[in-house]
Every structure is written in C-alpha cells, then in structure tokens.
C-alpha cells in the first residue's frame, strides 16, 4: 500500500475532473485538489461513491504499465487502464487468499535480454516453466495456462487505441502480474497481446528503443517455437496457405508467422514483401479467424464469492467497479452525448452504483 | 507445376463456395438479396484472395485494374495471359460491337477465359484466343480468334475444403480451484 490517498485512482477510473468529483462529494475542487496533492488529510465522507473509508485511505503501489497502444490514444484512458489493473491485483489478491487452490504467482522478473538468442531461452522458460504446457506443441487454451500461472487478467474494454498494457501490482506482501486487454480483437491478436505483455512484465521495467520488439519476439516464439517455423521450410517453400495452415495448427496470425519467418533469415525481403502484399486484403481480417478466449479466473473468484454485489460489500469496493474489472462484454452503456460519440464514461447512479 | 486449368478452377470454385456464404449472411442480415453487380465484385474479389492463398507456381495475377474487377493470370511459363471474362458479358461487347467501349479489353495477345454459372450451380468453363481490334481514341473491340474451346464443367458444391477445423480452444471453468468439481480442462491445453 502505498499513503497516496485513493481519490485520485478513483477519479481516473471514473474519467471524471476534480470539480465533478467535488461535486459527487458535496465540497469544492480545492479541498479535492489539496487532499490529492497531499496538503490536506482525507477526512471526506466517502459513502456514496461506494467505497468504505478504510479502503478509501491508501492504494497499492504498482509499476509503471508498458503500453501496447498507439500514440493517438488519450491520457484519460491510459489513465483508466492503469487503475483497473491496480484494482484487479488488490481484489485478486484478497479473494485469492480465500482459496488456497487458487494460483499464486509463478511469474518473475528476468534480467533484461542482450539479445533475441536470450529471447527465445526466456520464452522456452515462460513456456515450459511458467506456463507449464509442452516444449512443442501448440498452447491451445492460452488465457488458461496464463491464469493458472497465477497472472491476472482484466478487461480493457471502450479505452480507444488499447489493446494490451500490464503492470506488477503490490499488495498485501504479494506482487501480482496484472496484463489488461481489450477483448474486441481477434483471437489471433488477442493471445499475441496476452504474451507480448507477460515480455514486458519479464523483461522491462522502462520503455526502451528495443522493448516492442523484443515482447513481440517472446510472444510469437511461446506461441510457436522457432523450430516449428524452420520444420515448415524444410518441407517445402511455403505459400501463404502454408502459413495459414500453421496459423490454425498454432493460434498465431499468419502476419506474425511471415515476420517470423523474416526475423529468422528463412525469407529475404523480396519474398517478404510479396507476402505482405498478398496478406493485404487481410489486413484487418485474417483467414481462419477466431475468437479470443476472455479472462475467467476473476471473474470467477467474484462469482463463488457472492458476486460483485456482495464482493464490493464485504472488500469496501464500488460495486460497479467490480463490475469493471470482470465484466469482459463490449456492451457498455456509453454517454456519447456532445463529444462526437466517444465513450467517456457511463451513465449510472451513483449512489448506487448501478448501472441505468 | 499446376496446369492452367487447375489453376482457375482450384480458385474459382471455392470463391464462388465463399460468395455463396457471404450472400446468405447478407439476406439474412438484410432481409434482402445481394445485387448481381455485387455478386459479380465480391466473387472476383475472392477469386483474387484465393489465388493469393494458394500462389500456385508459374503463375501470377496481375494487378492492373484489379480494383475494379478485373482478374488475369499469366502463364509465367510463356507470358500468356488468361482474362476471365463471364459469357454473357462477351456476348454483350459482341452484340454492342461498334457502339460502345468495354471496360476490361484484353491485353494485346491473350486469351480470354469464359465462364458460366446454371441454375444448379455448376461452373463451365472455356477459352479462346483473343485480340484487340478496332482500337479508336479508349474504344477497342474484342474479336475472337478462334471459337472458344470448353475446359470443362464442375459442380461448385463440395468443392471446398471443409472449414470446421479452425482452431479450438477448450474451455477452462476453474471448477477444481473452488472445489467445484473435478478438474474439468481438457489435457490437450
């Protein structure tokens, strides 16, 4: 835990300034502003946010998440994405210990790789140590195996440009991996995005020039190791219907496949640009599509708990950001009323805290 | 090395296979048919993909006015180009001779590959030599230089590769952690 009171994590969760939070609490933006800055001690009645005041006091600390998001994305919802996944290690942690059959976290921190040779014995590792599923077959149920290693999963759902971020959340004694993603993707995208942050969460503790490419290289040789890939041009010279072979043999986008191809020296340039210009039809849509499996280990632990009802009852948690960090359904009520229908919050009571 | 024929019917067949999906999946959403002008897009348009797909050796799809429909592949092996061309449509530019242009002609020397559907969705197909004549300012006149010789006929159903071997991700409902139930997850995981 950290002395940061939770006022400010609750308004980037929200998507709300200081005078609106003031206004839900019945003071002035000053007297908020000065609790967050730390000028003044938290003595607000917190009640109708829906959080106790215990809980209101302090938040777990947390690492600063690594982004897989693109540059047009706004601060606000970079902001709620990392509040979710603070939120989502504090309830996993707390529910977790609860259920001693429920996974503590097998992941670790590694020094960061000189080089893709250290890449791909980082991924054999995560693989076969982490993941616990065979050195060379394919890992067909990937949000599983990342779950039951003890990795958090949480919904990132309406936050434009964000497809992925994670971040190591400390709580109660325990530094749990928390990956956040957004759940309208393909599954091809989605299960390369679940791997390119457990990379960052091994590998990284800053953003570096090499970092992107490096999660990227770890993900796509967990998904398929690079002796898969040599094994297919051993056979023969690959078409694109090879790929798309691989990709249903493996979960991994024929695109990830051709770059690998690439980044191992089994295409030269020329081939790769062919390919490229062959796959662009698919651009957005690839051939063998399929869905992504969501996360379930939370939400579960929610559901055998009473639900988030009763969950935010007894942890002293907003109901409905219980409802955040395990409703994986796109289907939000958004409030797109003056700002061109861009999500920028729900409608909702908040009082209550159900949804209207 | 593919023959030009098993070329055209290996994309052609599972593209009119597609189309006929992507038309139920449009009346059903709209409660209305797709048009034939789409119809005949969306089919070239997945006769492109398909070729793309397969890359069959020797032979290249070429590219110019591909957006507008236009589907050609040439014979690497002698630079002859194939133009697919539906017959009805040559039988249009026969019958308009002389008082129109035609959007898609011919390369100088080529030959055009004429298809059909019938009713029982059957693919036909044929080929003839062909070559501009006529040309005046951007109107040219196809004339064939021989009579088109039948390739062969197949039936569109059944000849695509069935799609249900996507692949599957068994479910993990976390039972055992919760003393639910037996372990539930399958063992191929």
């Known amino acids: 835990m950290t002395s940061e009171p939770r006022l400010a994590a609750y308004r980037r969760l929200e998507q709300i300034t200081q005078g609106e939070l003031a206004a839900r609490l019945g003071t002035d933006r000053s007297t908020v502003g000065a609790i967050e800055m730390g000028r003044r001690e938290m003595t607000l009645d917190v009640s109708n946010l829906g959080y106790s005041a215990e809980r209101f006091g302090a938040v777990p600390s947390m690492s600063e998440p690594l982004h897989r998001s693109r540059a047009s994305t706004r601060k606000s919802a970079r902001d709620r994405a990392k509040e979710l996944l603070r939120l989502g290690g504090e309830v996993y942690v707390e529910l977790a210990a609860r259920h001693p059959k429920v996974p503590r976290p097998r992941l670790q921190r590694f020094p960061t790789p000189e080089s893709f040779a250290d890449v791909a014995d980082l991924a054999k590792e995560i693989r076969v140590g982490v993941l616990e599923v065979e050195e060379d077959a394919p890992i067909k149920n990937l949000t599983s195996a990342v779950e039951r290693a003890g990795i958090v999963l949480v919904p990132i759902v309406n936050l434009p440009g964000i497809d992925g971020l994670s971040a190591w959340v400390e709580h109660a004694d325990q530094r749990v991996p928390v990956i956040g993603l957004n759940p309208n993707v393909p599954g091809d995208r989605f299960r390369l995005t679940v791997l390119h942050e457990v990379g960052h969460l091994t590998m990284h503790n800053t953003k570096s020039d090499t970092g992107e490419s490096e999660a990227n290289h770890l993900a796509r040789t967990v998904l398929i190791p690079d002796e898969e890939l040599r094994e297919l041009f051993d056979r023969c010279s690959p078409t694109l219907r090879d790929f798309v072979g691989l990709k249903r043999r493996w979960g991994i986008s024929v695109a990830a496949l051709i770059y690998g191809a690439r980044e191992l020296g089994l295409i030269d340039d020329h081939r790769y640009r062919s390919l490229q210009i062959q796959m662009a039809p698919w651009r957005r849509n690839e051939p063998e599509a399929f869905s992504p499996v969501l996360g379930g280990l939370l939400p579960r632990l929610v559901e055998v708990s009473g639900g988030p009802g009763p969950v935010g009852d007894q942890l002293g948690i907003s109901r409905e950001h219980i409802r955040d960090i395990t409703n994986w359904s796109h289907l939000r009520p958004l409030d797109g009323q003056g700002t061109g229908g861009q999500p920028v919050g729900r409608l909702r009571s908040v009082d209550t805290g159900t949804a209207t | ?189």
């Open chain 2, 1 to 189: 090395m593919a023959d030009i024929v098993d070329v055209w019917t290996s994309i052609l067949l599972p593209a009119r296979s597609r189309l006929d999906q992507q038309a139920a999946e449009h009346f059903a959403h709209y409660n209305s048919p797709m048009t034939a002008m789409a119809k005949a897009h969306t089919w070239r348009s997945n006769a492109r993909g398909e070729f793309a797909l397969r890359a069959p050796e020797g032979f290249r799809l070429e590219n110019e006015r591909a957006e507008m429909g236009k589907v050609v592949i040439v014979d690497e092996s002698d630079e002859m180009p194939y133009q697919l061309k539906s017959i009805t449509a040559l039988q249009l530019e026969i019958d308009n001779a002389g008082r129109q242009g035609r959007l898609f002609s011919p390369s100088e020397s080529s030959r055009l590959v004429l298809y059909r559907f019938d009713k029982a969705n059957n693919l036909h197909l044929s080929a003839a030599p062909a070559r501009i004549v006529g040309r005046r300012g951007s109107r040219r006149r196809v004339e064939l230089l021989e009579p088109p010789r039948k390739w062969g006929s197949w039936p569109v159903a059944g000849s695509t590769e069935p799609t249900d071997d996507r692949f599957e991700q068994p479910t993990d409902t976390y039972d055992d952690m919760f003393g639910v139930d037996e372990m539930t997850l399958s063992d191929d995981l």
